[in-house]
């Protein structure tokens, strides 16, 4: 197990695609082309290019977790490495998810009641390593800062957490319980992808879009990132919303920041 091969798909397990420009050992390897041909990668065409995106997360994440069955060891020395790439009786480090939850409600986090008003009253935010959630309505907030604000335009009813890093991975999702979901993130393909991801889970699951958004999109968009590129799950969607923004944003190749939304709004 090589770290060029480790590092390939390790970034497509956090990032869930991959630039056209891959390594030589991944792409002649008869595992790249079962997993093509499988699809459970496919090639997606980008203007001029390419990219490689996984297209079926759960058989990839089976494919990830037999291959990597130690990507919880950290690098953090020469030690490490070897432990992380070769085959050893070594215990790895686990790598936790780190979790910040603002509100005024009463929540069950990692199993013990905790009083999230005062947390947030004395502290404005409060963190913990992920294990478990319960709360009554849950708001996920992409981006820090409009985490720190948000309340000033969705008010006090929502539980409003960020995850360190993007949206974890389904397995980590499910031990969220809510009964209601909300997300709130840039109007992009990034935005769109984390929104579906959660719908995945959250069956209930709604994208939060003011209903100032076509004037907010018309006078304070900004030109796209040419890394902002379409995923498939956003390019297949029939979901409204996503319709609506996905077609914004390849004929005007410009998009909306939430923080926007926040501070021209409030």
């Not at 695609?17 to 050992?25: E, F, S, Y």
């Amino acid at each position: 197990m090589g770290k060029v091969e480790f590092n390939f798909y390790n970034n497509l397990q956090l990032n869930g695609r991959a630039a056209n420009k891959i390594p030589k050992v991944v792409a002649s390897s008869s595992e790249f082309h079962v997993l093509l041909e499988a699809k459970i990668i496919n090639k997606v065409h980008s203007g001029r290019g390419y990219y490689y995106e996984v297209s079926k997360q759960d058989k990839f994440d089976a494919f990830y977790n037999k291959k990597y069955p130690r990507d919880n060891i950290e690098v953090m020395t020469e030690v490490d490495n070897q432990l992380k790439y070769r085959d050893t009786k070594a215990t790895g480090l686990k790598k936790d998810r780190v979790i910040f939850i603002r509100g005024t409600q009463k929540i069950t986090l990692n199993d013990r009641e905790l009083d999230l008003k005062h947390a947030t009253q004395d502290f404005n935010i409060f963190s913990a390593v992920f294990q478990t959630l319960k709360a009554s309505k849950i708001c996920f907030v992409e981006n820090l800062q409009p985490f720190l604000e948000v309340e000033k335009i969705l008010g006090d009813k929502y539980t409003y957490i960020h995850f360190y890093g993007r949206l974890p991975r389904k397995e980590v999702l499910l031990n969220i319980e809510c009964d209601e979901y909300l997300h709130f993130g840039d109007y992009d393909f990034l935005g769109l992808n984390e929104f579906l991801k959660a719908k995945e889970v959250f069956a209930k699951c709604e994208i939060y879009i003011p209903d100032n958004y076509d004037m907010l999109y018309n006078e304070f968009s900004r030109k796209r990132e040419a890394k902002d590129t379409i995923y498939e799950k956003v390019k297949n969607s029939t979901i409204s919303e996503v319709v609506r923004i996905r077609e914004q944003l390849n004929k005007h190749n410009r998009f909306l920041e939430q923080q926007v939304v926040i501070s021209e709004t409030v």
